[in-house]
């Protein structure tokens, strides 16, 4: 998809003690980094091809997912490990202090990082993170997660789809859920998809964020929550961890995926958001 782009991309690979990481790099100015879990680099692409006009703009693909190979592929991946990731890349791209958006599962990730308190970034935005225990009905969201990982264990991708979306309450037409579920994926797609179901989603989910360090630290912390996204469980946790902080969510354009739904209006919401900072 980087091909496609219409921002020259600098591609690399950094090797991290436990793998290797894929990232590409566009623009210059200020620098910006996007990141997801399990969505990878392309998933940002038209996004970061707009703010590369101004930033210089960091995106990779998430340890254990497609580019980003792990020496062994059944290591959980945890918010932990991932913010060490963006920070060795924040570091290794070397274009002073970030900004860093995360998105869904990356949203955790940016507050792992925010916590651990490296310089390297000045102000992250969480954008809907499924921080289930916060959630008041933990136990049930969570009972439900894993009935919902047994499900693919047991070989219905389909079941564990549907499952999914109830349980996030995201709701779609048929025809959109059988084509997300209901194929083979490709062969990339299914490792992907393997490693996301049983060693990046209950990592990701019953993260407990350090609220004192997040408030009181260095790093400006955004809330980010889409305007569609209403009733939708990231939408209840985006809303307990802006209360938690003592803040309230900044809206963005869309929904769970408005960078990828509009990126030119998700693209003009975040440039307001990092100039109030």
Do not use: W
């Amino acid at each position: 998809m980087s091909s496609m782009s219409t921002a020259p991309v600098t591609t690399g690979t950094l090797a991290v003690p436990d793998g290797r990481l894929y990232y590409e790099v566009r623009g210059r100015g200020p620098l910006v980094a996007l990141v997801a879990a399990p969505m990878d680099a392309d998933a940002f692409a038209p996004l970061a091809d707009l703010l590369a006009a101004e930033h210089t703009v960091l995106t990779t693909d998430p340890r254990g997912i497609r580019r980003s190979v792990l020496h062994d592929p059944h290591q959980d991946s945890t918010p932990e490990l991932r913010a060490d990731d963006v920070a060795r890349l924040l570091a290794h791209v070397d274009a002073g202090p970030a900004a860093v958006l995360g998105s869904s599962g990356g949203a955790v990730t940016v507050l792992a990082l925010a916590q651990a308190g490296p310089a390297l970034a000045h102000t992250v935005v969480a954008h809907e993170p499924p921080l289930l225990g916060l959630l008041p009905d933990r136990a049930d969201l969570l009972a439900r997660e894993d009935d919902m990982i047994a499900t693919y264990r047991a070989g219905d991708r389909l079941g564990a789809g549907r499952k999914f979306l109830a349980s996030a309450n995201i709701h779609l037409p048929e025809e959109v859920v059988l084509g997300m579920f209901g194929g083979e994926p490709d062969p990339q797609a299914a490792a992907d998809e393997h490693f996301q179901y049983l060693h990046m989603i209950r990592g990701t989910t019953r993260f407990r964020p350090d609220v004192d360090a997040l408030r009181d630290g260095p790093t400006r912390v955004v809330v980010g929550l889409g305007e569609r996204s209403t009733g939708e469980v990231c939408d209840r946790a985006s809303r307990a961890l802006a209360a938690a902080l003592d803040t309230s969510p900044t809206m963005f354009p869309g929904g769970h995926i408005g960078f990828a739904e509009d990126p030119p209006a998700f693209a003009a919401r975040l440039r307001a958001v990092l100039a109030d900072g």
